[in-house]
């Protein structure tokens, strides 16, 4: 059993930057990922990184987010810069992929970011 622990949260201005990391109790594998989730909306993949490195953002977060992934340190990081008052949500970390002819994911307690206006 993997377990994520995601840390870097907090409150910050409109235009500031925060740096999330999720760190795994064991070997990453697959692909990893951010999504997040605001009050009284759905949970919405933010990035996500193959174990190839090759990325994938949302509109939303495009040239702003950067996901980076370390495979020695077991952990994935989220970069965010210029951050708006709309990106105010849970983030949570998630590993995802196949395994020993299994499908598995594994996702991470969450932290909150606030961006104030």
């Known amino acids: 059993q993997v377990q994520l622990v995601e840390s870097g949260g907090g409150l910050v201005q409109a235009g500031g930057s925060l740096r999330l990391s999720c760190a795994a109790s064991?070997?990453?594998?697959?692909?990893m990922g951010w999504y997040r989730q605001a009050p009284g909306k759905q949970r919405e993949l933010v990035t996500s990184i193959t174990s190839s490195g090759n990325t994938n953002y949302a509109d939303s977060v495009k040239g702003r987010f950067t996901i980076s992934r370390d495979n020695a340190k077991n952990t994935i990081y989220l970069q965010m810069n210029s951050l708006k008052p709309e990106d105010t949500a849970v983030y949570y970390c998630?590993?995802?992929?196949?395994?020993?002819?299994?499908?598995?994911?594994?996702w991470g307690q969450g932290t909150q970011v606030t961006v104030s206006s």
């Open positions: 064991g070997s990453i594998f697959g692909t």
């Open positions: 998630k590993m995802w992929g196949r395994r020993l002819l299994r499908n598995l994911e594994y």
